[in-house]
C-alpha cells in the first residue's frame, strides 16, 4: 500500500517522490501552472484553502524554507501556524507522538515537516490520523520532494520534452536529498539521459542502480546537456576529510561562463539556492542569461501551492463521506 | 466590585475562576458547545471577532497554550499578534505599565497573558483601559482558567449532573494552577464529591476549606469515582525533597489499568497534558478506551473560542454607546 | 533622480526624508488622518492591500517597531511575513542581494526594512526590482522616518500652522536617527522655529547647516516652545565618555513639572518611547495632561498604514500597464 496516495490514485501526502506515478507527476506540474498566474493578479490569493489550519512543524531552523511554505499557504487562503519544535513542548518531555495527537485533536488539517532525521515524515505520515495530509520540507538526506518538483517545472516550462533532455547534476551527490529526490523524479518522467557529476568521494555506493551515467570531470559532465543542476555545497562537508578546500573544489567543479561553452548553446543553468557564489559557480553563470535560479525560487510557490490543494483535495473528498453521517 | 464582569453581570475578562457564579460558568460552557460544530465545517471558520486585534502577551515561553490561544483567534477570524516579551522593548528598560500603555494606544481588543508570577493576569486586567479584556493563559501557580473550562466541559460531555458526580484529582495539588481552578469551578457546577489525592508534602495547608476531601492512598481516592483527573507531575519538583523518584512516584500514585478498576467501570480519565507516561500514568490508560485526554485538547480550543468571544462581546456592547457619541 | 518618487511624483518608497517636498508629506498625513477612523470601526480594517504581501525583513531585533508595522499591515488586509535575518539564510553565507532576489522571485510587494547599518534601506531600495515598495523601519543613525512623520502628525493634530511654531528637540542628537529626520520633517513643513537642546558632546558638528538653534541649557531651549520632545537616551552612550551618570543627565537634561513651566501654558510633550523614567522625564511629566506620548503610538499605526498604501498605490498603479501587456 501507498502511503502517499488514496484509494483513488491520488495525491494524499507528499513525502517522497519515490512510489509516485507519471500521472500524479504531471498533475503536480500542471496544478502548478494553473497557480502561476495567481501572481500576476492584483489580489495575489485563491480561496481555496480557506479556513484550513496548515501547521510549519518546524524541528530543524529553516527560515527560508518555512518563508516559502507559509506563502503558499497564505496565498492558498489557509491559516497558518509555525510551531519550532526546539523551543516547545517535546522540551518538555513529551514525545513526538503526542505532540502529533495533541495537533490532531486541535483539528488541525496538514502538517510542513521539516525534520534532521531521514525518514521523519514517513515516521508522521503513518502515525497520523488519516484526516491530515503531510508535507516532506526535508528530511535528513533522504527527500526534498517539493524542491525536486520545482525543479521539474523550471524544466518543462523551458525544455520540450523529457524524453530528448540530456540533464547533468553537479556537486555533493552523496549527502544531497536534493539529488536524490531530483534523479527519481527525471525517472519518471522518462528524461533522456541523467548524469550526475562528482569526485569519488562525494557519490554514493550504487548510484547506477538509479539509472544515471556517473562523470568525475565538469567538462565531461556538462558536455552537450540540456539542464546543468548545480547543488549546494554544504560548508560542514568541508571539515572532513570528503572534500579539499573551497578554492580548490571551485577549479575542478565550479562552474563558469567558460566551461559552460561545452553544453548545450541554450542550456539552463540551475541551483536550489543559497548559491555559495565562487564555489559551486561564479557570479557571472549564476547572474547570466542560462541562469533560471530566481525563476525556481517563483514556481516554488505554485508548486508549493499545488501540492497543498492536491494533498487537501484528497483529504476533503474522504471528508465528504464522514460529513454526510 | 468584581472585575471580571460587566454591568449587565457578563463575563468581560476571564482572569480566574473565582468570583464567577454558575451562571457564567455555564454560559461559557452553552457557548463552547456551539463551536464545537465549526471544527466540522469545510472552512472552519467564524467570522465572529473579524479585525479585532487580538495580542498573545507572553512572559514566558509555552508554544503549546500558545498554539491553542492563536488557532482559537483564528478561527474567530481575528488578527493575532506574538509577542514575547522576553525578547522585547522590556529589556529595553521600559516598564510593563508603559508596555501595557502602548498596546492600548495600538487599538488592541485582547491580551491573552501568560506570566510566571501569581496574580498577573489580575494586575494587567486592573491597569488596563476598559475596552482591552484580558485572558489568562497561566500566571504562577495561582490560576489556569481556560484549562480548568476545558475539563469541565469535557466532564459535562460524558456524564450526566455534575451533582451526582465523584471527581478525583490525583497529583501535585500543592503547586498546580490546574488543580486550583479545577476545584473552584467543580464546586461552582455543584459537584457531588471532590477529592484530592496526593502525598502529604503535595497538599497545600487548608485545603479542606475548599471543600475537598483529602487521600493520600490512590486506591481509596479514586474509589468509585466517576472521573479521574491526573495532575502533570513538574520535573523541577522532582529536585527538592518534596518527592521521591519519578519511579517511586509511580509507583505510588501512577495510574493503571490494574488500579483504574476501583474507579466506576464507566469512569473517565483526564490529564492536562503533556504526559509524562510511565510517570503519572501508563501508556495503556493514557492511549486506552476510558481516557479522555485528547477530548480535552480539542474541546480546548472550543472552550477557548468561547471565552474570547464573549468577553469580547461585553467589551463592544460597552464601546456601543461609545460611538454613538 | 530622487529614488523615493516616481514619474507622477509620488511616493513609490519611503527611505528618508530628504528628498520628499512638502506636497508629499502633506499627502502623508492628510491619508493618514482617514485611517484614524478605521480603529474606532467594529471591523477594524480595510480591503486595500488584500492579497498583497509585506515581508518585514528585520536585520537587528525591534519587536516593537515589528510590531506596529505587522498591525498596520493586517489592518490594510495584507499578509505579513516576519523575517528575522539573523537567524536565516545570510548565516548560510547568502549574500543580502541573493536573499533580496529571492524575496523578489515569491512575488512581494513590500520590505520593511530594520537594519543597524546606515544607508541599508537606500542600497535595499537602489537594488530591488522595481514592483517592491521598500519602508525604512530605522536604518542605524541615518534615518526613522515614520516615526518622524507620526511626530509631526501628532504636532498637526494639536497645534494650528507650522509656521507659527517653536519646537524644541531635547537629548542625544548626534546619535538619533529620529532627531535627524524630525529636523528635516520640520523644515520641510516650515516650522517657524527648531531648536535642539544637548551637551556640547551630543550635538554633531555643522547641525547649523539645517536651519536649527543650538541649545546646550534645558531651560534656554524649551523657553516659549509649544512643542518639546524628548528623545530617548540610549543606555549604550552611558557606557562611553560621552555622558556624564544618568542621574547627573536627568539633574541638567531631564524634564519637570517645574522646568515645563517656562515653555508655552499649552505646550505638548512628545517622546519616540520607549521612556527611561527618571532619565528624560519624570513620571508626573510622561503621565501628565501635557504628554501625547501615547497618542504617537496610536498615530504611528495611522502614519504607516498611510504610507503603505500610498506606496502601494504607486506600485499598482506602475504595475497596471504591465498587466495590460
Do not use: C, W
Not at 89 to 117: C, I, P, Q, Y
Amino acid at each position: 500500500m501507498n502511503l502517499q496516495v488514496d484509494e483513488n490514485g491520488r495525491l494524499r501526502h507528499f513525502l517522497s517522490i519515490d512510489g509516485l506515478d507519471r500521472d500524479i507527476l504531471t498533475n503536480i506540474l500542471d496544478t502548478a501552472e494553473s497557480f502561476t498566474g495567481v501572481t500576476d493578479q492584483t489580489i495575489k490569493k485563491v480561496p481555496l484553502l480557506r479556513g484550513k489550519t496548515i501547521v510549519n512543524l518546524f524541528f530543524e531552523p529553516s527560515t527560508r524554507t518555512r518563508t516559502t511554505f507559509e506563502l503558499a499557504a497564505k496565498r492558498l487562503s489557509a491559516d497558518v501556524l509555525n510551531i519550532n519544535l526546539n523551543a516547545s513542548a517535546t522540551s518538555k518531555g513529551e514525545t513526538l507522538l503526542d505532540t502529533l495527537r495533541n495537533l490532531e485533536a486541535m483539528h488541525s488539517d496538514m502538517f510542513v515537516v521539516r525534520h534532521a532525521d531521514s525518514g521523519a515524515a514517513h515516521f508522521i505520515a503513518r502515525h497520523t490520523q488519516p484526516h491530515i495530509s503531510i508535507i516532506n520540507a526535508g528530511d535528513g538526506r533522504h527527500a526534498h520532494p517539493t524542491q525536486a518538483m520545482l525543479d521539474m517545472f523550471t524544466i518543462r516550462r523551458h525544455k520540450a520534452e523529457f524524453k530528448n533532455l540530456t540533464v547533468a547534476i553537479v556537486g555533493d551527490i552523496l549527502h544531497s536529498r536534493v539529488a536524490r529526490s531530483q534523479i527519481i523524479a527525471l525517472n519518471i518522467l522518462g528524461t533522456g539521459e541523467i548524469r550526475v557529476v562528482a569526485p569519488r568521494t562525494l557519490i554514493p555506493a550504487g548510484i547506477d542502480a538509479l539509472g544515471v551515467q556517473v562523470h568525475h570531470h565538469l567538462e565531461s559532465g556538462i558536455k552537450d546537456a540540456d539542464v546543468v543542476i548545480m547543488l549546494r555545497l554544504q560548508n560542514e562537508r568541508m571539515q572532513g576529510a570528503l572534500l579539499p578546500s573551497e578554492h580548490e573544489y571551485f577549479k575542478l567543479y565550479g562552474l563558469t561562463e567558460d566551461r559552460l561553452a561545452v553544453a548545450k548553446p541554450d542550456a539552463i543553468v540551475m541551483h536550489p539556492g543559497p548559491i555559495n557564489r565562487g564555489v559551486e559557480m561564479d557570479s557571472q553563470v549564476a547572474d547570466g542569461s542560462r541562469s533560471v535560479i530566481l525563476q525556481q525560487v517563483s514556481y516554488g510557490i505554485a508548486v508549493r501551492m499545488a501540492v497543498m490543494s492536491l494533498a487537501m483535495r484528497s483529504q476533503q473528498d474522504a471528508g465528504g463521506t464522514q460529513d454526510a453521517n
